[in-house]
């Protein structure tokens, strides 16, 4: 599978964009969804690369996640709790970077893979578009959206914003390697007597909750 280049210029470019839509580039802001930091996570995305253990509070529905932040954290990172993960912008950076594999792993698939520089719903699918519509809206709504040729999903609002990701971010390139990704998953043994949460799931994106971007576009 093939490795996102974090380091690169190209990168570091992309992940200033989403920065500055998602948060204005402020590694400590909190929305009104309890979203946090630069790329403003929420608790299921951060439980999923690794930085939080998860937590028992119910949430009100699948489209207002409870992102209370009040269980452990992984110390990934050196992020051992809360103000430990705001204020470390290398965790930030890492935790979102570790998320892009992963919806780069999910999306690098022959349905979307053979739609790479064609148009799409009318906008051109590319790599930075489909990783930036991913982080707003979940990689399953982005294969589905490629998939039925802008169709999908059901929802108008959502069909909108991965149009307008896709089209914004059609100029920036992602660079990759041949090379394997490290692994990006939690290590569930450092988060000692707190389980996992239930089949952690990152298609849904923050309608679901699972994408963390608390997207301000």
Same mark, same amino acid.
């Given at each position: 599978m093939p490795t996102i280049q974090v380091n690169s210029e190209q990168w570091v470019r992309f992940r200033d964009a989403i920065a500055q839509i998602e948060s204005g580039n402020n590694y400590y802001r909190i929305n009104s969804r309890g979203f946090l930091g630069r790329y403003q996570f929420g608790e299921r995305l951060l439980t999923d690369v690794g930085y939080y253990c998860g937590d028992r509070s119910p949430a009100p529905s699948r489209a207002f996640p409870n992102n209370d932040f009040d269980?452990?954290?992984?110390?990934?990172?050196?992020?051992?709790?809360?103000?430990?993960?705001?204020?470390?912008?290398?965790?930030? *950076?890492?935790?979102?970077?570790?998320?892009?594999?992963?919806?780069?792993?999910?999306?690098?698939?022959?349905?979307?893979?053979q739609h790479l520089n064609q148009l799409r719903g009318n906008v051109l699918i590319s790599w930075g578009g489909?990783?930036?519509?991913s982080w707003e809206c979940g990689t399953g709504a982005?294969?589905?959206?490629?998939?039925?040729?802008?169709?999908?999903?059901?929802?108008?609002?959502?069909?909108?914003?991965?149009?307008?990701?896709?089209?914004?971010?059609?100029?920036y390139a992602i660079p990759v390697s041949p090379s394997?990704?490290?692994?990006?998953?939690? *290590?569930?043994?450092?988060c000692r007597e707190v389980p996992p949460p239930p089949n952690p799931d990152l298609l849904l994106g923050p309608w679901g909750g699972a994408a963390g971007a608390g997207s301000s576009e």
């Open positions: 269980g452990r954290w992984t110390g990934r990172g050196g992020a051992n709790d809360f103000l430990r993960f705001m204020f470390n912008g290398n965790a930030q *950076d890492d935790a979102f970077n570790r998320a892009m594999q992963l919806y780069y792993n999910q999306l690098n698939i022959p349905d979307v893979t489909l990783l930036a519509a982005v294969i589905a959206f490629v998939r039925s040729n802008g169709a999908q999903p059901g929802s108008s609002a959502v069909r909108a914003a991965i149009g307008r990701r896709l089209g914004n971010f059609g100029g394997d990704p490290p692994d990006l998953g939690n *290590d569930f043994s450092r």
